[in-house]
């Protein structure tokens, strides 16, 4: 009796887990930028001058001998 209540509440959770997964797999929310849905890892938002901006100056703060 115990044997198989156990078992069912795994098969429970497995099949919980499962379905959790397969929704938020085909639900992904709308407010993010590309298909994907992850938020940002495509860098559809990155710029690219302040990054090449904050580069040179890390360069240059290195090159001087002081470090931030």
Sequence with gaps: MLQ???VC???AA???FLLRRLWRTFAAPASTGCARGC???C???LDVDALARTIE???QATQA????
């Design 9 to 11: 509440l795994l098969t």
């Design 39 to 41: 938020g940002g890892a």
């Design 4 to 6: 198989t209540a156990l």
């Design 57 to 59: 100056a890390r360069q």
């Design 14 to 16: 497995a099949a919980a």
């Design 43 to 45: 860098g559809a938002g």
């Design 65 to 68: 001998g002081t470090r931030r």
